[in-house]
Structure formats: structure tokens, C-alpha cells
């Protein structure tokens, strides 16, 4: 008892250590603060360790600088964040089950509540395609040849603002990269709205829709 009185102020060490590495912006999402909050009750619950803790901020920590260094200019980069939630997806699967499940539901809001802020000019079609794949990606369990191929699909249709030079080369590019998406959100293990929303956009994506493309 006294080795577990011992290890809890090290514990919420970590918890609140996690809980501080949020911006203004994650401060100021329900969601990000409902999953601090869990954090800290499993912690005092003894449901998931200091190492667990450490691993899930160095992961979180991951995925914003991903996120961050996003922008419309730069080749679009799903693996790297994928491979961060994923990795947090495995160490909730290691909490005990009596938080496993809160905290689980938690990230998948924590990762549904990224929403463009109200200032945001409404995306581009290609932008939107870069969106809903994303979501659909981190919400979902593909595999990670079928990341890399939406993440080199999405960066092909970038290329086509560069053919417009060559209208037929760009039709033929931007048609095998939207077959190449296809066929991959309908195999891989994604949430049959998050399909439906990337099907959607790749029918209203036209000859000039894949400039812009970003999260």
C-alpha cells in the first residue's frame, strides 16, 4: 500500500505534465479537456501507468507537430500522424478495462473535434478530399500500405494544378488518383460515414479539384 501511495504523486506528475502541453486552442476544446480529465481519474484509478502516460503525451505531442507543419504548400504527410494515433490506440489497449473504454472514446473525440476555425474560408474541393481522408484515416484501422498509398494519391493530385498545361495529362492523372483512393477506402477498415464523406468528395472533384490539397 505504501509502494502505491508512493508511485501516485509521480504518476499525476505525468498527467498534469500531459494536461499542460495543450495550446490555447486544445485548452479551449471540450474535448481535448474531457480526455485530461479521464487521464487524470485513470491515473488516480491505478488504471494506467507513469510510462503509459509518457508515451502517450510523446505521441500526442507527435501528431500536433504533424499537424502543424501541414501546410498547402508542403507534401501531404499521413503516415507520420497515423503511426502516432496508432500508437496511442495500442497503449489504451494496454489501460486497465475499467477506463480503457472512456479514455478510447475519449481520443476518437479528441480527433473528430479538429475542426477548422469559424474564420476559415470554406476548402476547396481537393482540400476537403485532403480532410475527410485524414478523419477517415485516423478514425479508421487501415493498414499502413493503404495509408501510404491515399498519403502518394493525395500528393499526386497536387500535380495536376501543374499539368493544366496539358489538359489530358491532367484528366488522365486525376482520374488514376481518384481510382487509387477508391479502391482503397472501399477495402480498407474505415467508418462507413467517413467512406461515404471521401466517396462524396471524389465524385465532386473536378478536372481542377486537386490543387490545394491539405488537412
Request: net charge neutral.
Amino acid at each position: 500500500m505504501r509502494e502505491i501511495f508512493r508511485q501516485i504523486p509521480l504518476q499525476l506528475s505525468f498527467a498534469i505534465l500531459f494536461s499542460a502541453s495543450m495550446n490555447a486552442q486544445d485548452a479551449a476544446n471540450p474535448a481535448v479537456e474531457k480526455f485530461h480529465q479521464d487521464l487524470k481519474a485513470a491515473v488516480l484509478n491505478g488504471s494506467i501507468t507513469a510510462p503509459q502516460v509518457e508515451q502517450l503525451k510523446n505521441d500526442a505531442d507527435t501528431l500536433k507537430t504533424a499537424r502543424s507543419e501541414q501546410t498547402p504548400e508542403a507534401p501531404v504527410d499521413l503516415l507520420t500522424p497515423w503511426r502516432a494515433v496508432s500508437n496511442m490506440k495500442r497503449t489504451m489497449a494496454t489501460v486497465d478495462a475499467k477506463d480503457r473504454e472512456t479514455l478510447r472514446q475519449d481520443l476518437h473525440a479528441v480527433i473528430a473535434s479538429k475542426q477548422p476555425a469559424a474564420a476559415d474560408p470554406p476548402p476547396s474541393a481537393g482540400q476537403k478530399l485532403g480532410k475527410d481522408i485524414f478523419k477517415a484515416v485516423m478514425m479508421g484501422d487501415p493498414t499502413e500500405a493503404q495509408v501510404q498509398q491515399l498519403q502518394d494519391s493525395l500528393n499526386e493530385l497536387k500535380t495536376v494544378k501543374s499539368n493544366q498545361g496539358r489538359p489530358l495529362q491532367a484528366l488522365r492523372g486525376l482520374n488514376s488518383s481518384k481510382s487509387q483512393i477508391e479502391s482503397v477506402i472501399k477495402a480498407g477498415q474505415f467508418r462507413p460515414e467517413d467512406r461515404q464523406a471521401v466517396l462524396d468528395d471524389l465524385n465532386s472533384l473536378g478536372p481542377h479539384g486537386g490543387s490545394g490539397i491539405r488537412r
